[in-house]
């Protein structure tokens, strides 16, 4: 490799969702080098401690086994030299994978998806986030709050293509000092180790012009909140969409309503993964353009699953483009763990060959949809209550989640609703 960086971050990510290492010197890397990495840290809260009553103590040590696949070199920060970031998996001393690896979780359920069903899927991640410190006069979408970003802007989407990120769009979002940033899809585990990446890129980059970016999903109470919405398609073996039918509602195929119906099916229980702040019920709900109830709509922006348009400008063939976004997660939740959940409920429907899901054309009839749960106390509920979360992440993980988010709930309970955005702001 030319051109390399003198350090490498060696990185994880927990169960906040923040990107997590340690840095070795680029020329000690070779092919199968590891470094150390603790058990109890997979315990440390949003607040920044180790919790207590975790299934982890001060024993025990696991390694940092970088992906050779997914070596990244972070270019373009100014004033920050570049930098390799290696994410890696999180090992045994003997190699084996720990059963709290989420990014070996997610890789668990690509391969279960190809191996049962012959599918793949390719993922996009869409994030919003705010400038803390914009103070210009706001219009949604405008040219003017672009430029008001100016040149940060230009930097970043400098440094998201430098750094092989893959921009898609770059753009001033609806909120004041709102902005968003979506990447081009990739395989499951390549675009959520990017989507890892590009956040702590967009506060870099931000932070060299002395400005706080942050994708809190909520900065004030009942204001507009920042969503990660999550792109998915799947694919078949021999290329084609089986996500297509041109001739059933939606135009989404049988396999396809079934996919959809174990995400709804499960959505109740998964709030506290995709949902995982006291302040992610603020933003989810009516009205918010996030996901104000647990349905699968055409092209409708309050679902929680929604079936995106296709574009047939000139002929373009619509089969191939025919996909889901799930609108319904924000920051709190570690990439790899959020799509390993979503991905998995959905094979879950294919397993459990369920009815496929009803298509809401228009507006849902509020009465006859599931809601999520109310608050992240009554998400955790759901989540220990449901049999399949410790089946699907085990128990140690599922543990850990349950003392991290109510030691969490201890801290916000305490704090005002703003003291509550405002922390979660400096966090996230
Ligand atoms: N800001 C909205 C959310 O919280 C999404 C708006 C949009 O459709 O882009 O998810
Ligand atoms: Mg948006």
């Not at 507009?224 to 021999?238: E, I, K, P």
């Given at each position: 490799m030319t051109d390399l960086t003198p350090l490498t971050f060696v990185a994880t990510s927990d169960l906040t969702g923040l990107t997590k290492g340690r840095v070795v010197p680029t020329d000690s890397m070779s092919t199968g080098t590891t470094t150390g990495w603790v058990p109890a840290n997979f315990g440390i809260g949003v607040d920044g401690h180790i919790v207590e009553d975790i299934p982890f103590d001060s024993s025990g040590d696991l390694r940092l086994l970088p992906d050779p696949e997914a070596i990244h070199q972070i270019r373009g920060v100014p004033g920050k030299p570049d930098l390799s970031v290696a994410i890696a998996n999180v090992v045994h001393t003997d190699g084996s994978p720990w059963s709290c690896c989420t990014r070996t979780i997610l890789r668990g359920v690509v391969d279960s998806l190809r191996e049962e069903f012959g599918l793949s899927s390719e993922v996009a991640f869409e994030h919003e986030f705010f400038d803390r410190d914009g103070d210009t006069p706001h219009h949604p979408f405008s040219w003017r709050n672009f430029r008001a970003a100016e040149p940060i802007g230009s930097h970043l989407v400098t440094a998201v293509q430098d750094s092989?990120?893959?921009?898609?769009?770059?753009?001033?979002?609806?909120?004041?000092?709102?902005?968003?940033?979506?990447?081009?899809?990739?395989?499951?585990?390549?675009?959520?180790?990017?989507?890892?990446?590009?956040?702590?890129?967009?506060?870099?980059?931000?932070?060299?012009?002395?400005?706080?970016?942050?994708?809190?999903?909520?900065?004030?109470?009942?204001?507009?909140?920042?969503?990660?919405?999550?792109?998915?398609?799947?694919?078949?073996?021999?290329?084609?969409?089986?996500?297509f039918d041109a001739d059933r509602p939606g135009r989404l195929s049988e396999l396809g309503g079934r996919f959809a119906a174990g995400i709804l099916k499960y959505a109740p229980s998964l709030a506290a993964i995709f949902a995982p702040l006291a302040i992610s019920y603020d933003r989810l709900k009516p009205h918010n353009w996030s996901a104000a109830g647990v349905f699968l709509g055409v092209e409708n922006r309050e679902a929680l699953l929604r079936i995106c348009p296709t574009i047939e400008i000139d002929g373009q063939d619509p089969e191939p483009q025919l996909h889901f976004e799930f609108r319904a997660a924000d920051v709190g939740a570690n990439p790899w763990l959020l799509l390993a959940v979503v991905l998995r409920a959905g094979l879950q429907g294919l397993r459990e060959n369920l009815e496929p899901a009803e298509v809401v054309v228009g507006e849902p009839q509020r009465d006859q949809i599931t809601a999520l749960p109310g608050n992240l106390t009554d998400a955790l509920a759901a989540f220990e209550q449901d049999p399949a979360m410790r089946s699907w992440l085990g128990d140690d993980l599922v543990d850990t989640y349950l003392a991290v988010k109510r030691v969490e709930l201890a801290t916000t309970s305490e704090l005002s609703e703003q003291e509550q955005c405002d922390w979660y702001a400096d966090i996230y």
């Open positions: 092989g990120l893959q921009l898609e769009n770059w753009l001033p979002e609806y909120g004041i000092h709102q902005f968003e940033v979506v990447i081009e899809r990739a395989d499951p585990v390549t675009a959520a180790d990017r989507a890892l990446l590009l956040r702590d890129l967009v506060r870099d980059v931000f932070a060299a012009f002395e400005r706080r970016a942050s994708f809190t999903p909520m900065l004030a109470p009942g204001e507009t909140g920042a969503g990660v919405h999550v792109h998915f398609s799947l694919q078949a073996a021999d290329g084609s969409n089986p996500l």
